[in-house]
């Protein structure tokens, strides 16, 4: 599974590194949110989905 | 306030199906606030989107998905307060619109001027600017509870969270530290106190001195630079031009209204629901590691501080499956919304450990709230400190004092608790207070991220 916060939907929330610190980085400027390129380890992909549920702006996708 | 759906014809033939969904909805009444639950149940079941005729008419969205689909729809809906008329005229987020207007920052502003006082401000405000300042949050908040440790009694809206929000605000803005009473009680009371009240003539000269101060804060800072947003602001170009005065005061002006009543808000209510929970205390206390985060976004939905905010439909537009025609008001509310039990399960419940918060407190979409990473870290650091140190601490119901409306803020004006009594940790307050100026001129702690990284750390 692999993640993907969508640049134009994210207004820096930051819920989901709260949730997931790992996968998500935030700006150090605007605080927006970038995903780890990477696949999601197997332990954190219960974390990657709640951090899709959870984001108020519904930035958050999994890349198929 | 009807409780009851209107549905009479609509004198205007054209909107009778337009205008189909009518409530009559008065955030400003002391009804609104006792009756929240109920009017919010029924508009969320029967009028997701409703018509009412308050206010010179306007539109009211509570539904979940509708203000997610309209909050974020930017190029339909309108922040732009205008009160020259120099654009279109419109009137800003507040409905009604105040008698005297002047435009209340960029939060009342479209893309791009608003966009350009964002951009120029996040470096303040991002989560690595915030994190900066924990440690000296934490001295400010130890002190406080010292000042009250020994007594046994504290009121946590005077003593406490009217406090915290505004030192730290001053601080980030770059105004002295020391000046903190100046602004809060003029900030306080505005908001809870009704226009034709006695008091309004000494709210009113409070109001004016710290006028006098921001705008003497705003010189001198021009005059003789010192880190912090303020003088972002003094140095920023719009679009190529100087912006006036009057607009950056309103900016200030918007910072602090923004960083003062919400975060007292949140944590009076907080720690009175706590008070009356005390096993859940108990229980947030114990786990704070794993349940903090979640707790704190569950009682910013559950108490929405900032209830919701207007808006103007700037084009004929059909969102959420509404018509909307240009010009029409609409109210947000994020409170209703945060209701909605198509996202949320047992709405009208505190579930600390709650998951899937959708919640919208901090608004959406391009104005989404630029202190939120503020309010959040500010919060936390009260109430842990809260629970250490006065953990049996029992609210006193008869001496508890709501806000009468939840218009604007849904706040408290006084919450005395007591407690067993406990040890001095450290100086107090006004000692604090001076040697936190010390550390934040010294470290140049509000400077924007860009230039500094790293929390406080005294020599």
């Known amino acids: 599974m692999k993640v993907r916060v969508d640049p134009d939907r994210c207004q820096g929330h930051t819920i989901c590194s709260m949730i997931a610190p790992t996968l998500f980085t935030l700006d150090d400027e605007d605080g927006h949110s970038t995903a780890i390129d990477g696949e999601v380890p197997a332990e954190l992909e219960s974390k990657a989905a709640e951090a899709i549920r959870s984001c108020p702006e519904q930035a958050i996708s999994v890349i198929p | ?459």
Request: aromatic share 8%; charged share 25%.
């Open chain 2, 1 to 459: 306030m009807t409780t009851q759906p209107v549905t009479d014809d609509d004198p205007e033939q054209d909107d009778t199906g337009r205008k189909k969904n009518r409530y009559h909805f008065d955030r400003h009444t002391p009804d609104y606030r006792e009756k929240f639950t109920e009017v919010t149940e029924e508009m969320l079941d029967k009028c997701p989107v409703a018509w009412s005729d308050t206010y010179g008419g306007h539109w009211v969205a509570a539904g979940h998905s509708e203000v997610f689909e309209l909050a974020r729809s930017a190029e339909y809906l309108s922040n732009d307060h205008d009160p020259q008329n120099e654009r279109r005229g419109y009137k800003g987020i507040s409905i009604p619109s105040p008698e005297v207007g002047f435009r209340g920052g960029f939060l009342e502003m479209d893309p791009p001027e608003q966009r350009h006082y964002r951009q120029l401000l996040n470096p303040y405000l991002s989560p690595a600017a915030v994190a900066r300042w924990t440690p000296l949050v934490d001295e400010v908040v130890r002190a406080s509870l010292n000042e009250r440790i020994e007594t046994g009694q504290i009121d946590f809206v005077d003593d406490l969270a009217n406090i915290v929000p505004a030192v730290l605000t001053l601080a980030m803005l770059g105004i002295p530290l020391k000046n903190w009473d100046i602004y809060v009680e003029p900030i306080h009371a505005s908001v809870y106190t009704s226009p034709n009240s006695p008091d309004q003539a000494r709210i009113a000269a409070s109001r004016l001195a710290m006028r006098d101060d921001m705008m003497a804060q705003l010189a001198e800072i021009r005059a003789n630079p010192r880190p912090g947003l303020i003088d972002a602001l003094a140095r920023a170009e719009i679009n190529g031009t100087v912006p006036p005065d009057f607009e950056l005061l309103g900016i200030i002006a918007l910072l602090m209204g923004g960083g003062f009543d919400t975060t007292t808000a949140l944590t009076a209510r907080s720690l009175e629901w706590l008070s009356e929970h005390p096993a859940r205390r108990e229980q947030l206390s114990a786990q704070r590691d794993t349940l903090l985060d979640s707790a704190t976004e569950e009682f910013l939905r559950y108490f929405t501080p900032a209830p919701g905010d207007g808006r103007t439909i700037s084009a004929d537009c059909v969102i959420a499956g509404q018509e909307f025609k240009e010009g029409e008001r609409i109210w947000l509310s994020w409170a209703m919304s945060n209701r909605d039990p198509e996202v949320f399960p047992n709405p009208n419940e505190v579930e600390l450990d709650r998951t899937g918060n959708r919640h919208h407190s901090f608004g959406l979409g391009i104005h989404r709230c630029i202190g939120s990473n503020v309010a959040r870290m500010v919060f936390k650091r009260m109430v842990i400190a809260v629970l250490d140190r006065m953990p049996d601490y029992t609210c006193d119901p008869a001496g508890a004092e709501h806000y009468q409306t939840i218009g604007i803020i849904q706040g408290m004006k006084h919450l005395p608790a007591t407690f067993t009594p406990g040890p001095r940790i450290g100086d107090g307050l006004e000692e604090t207070i001076a040697r936190m100026q010390v550390l934040v001129d010294e470290e140049r702690l509000a400077a924007p991220v860009t230039d500094r990284k790293g929390a406080a750390r005294e020599k």
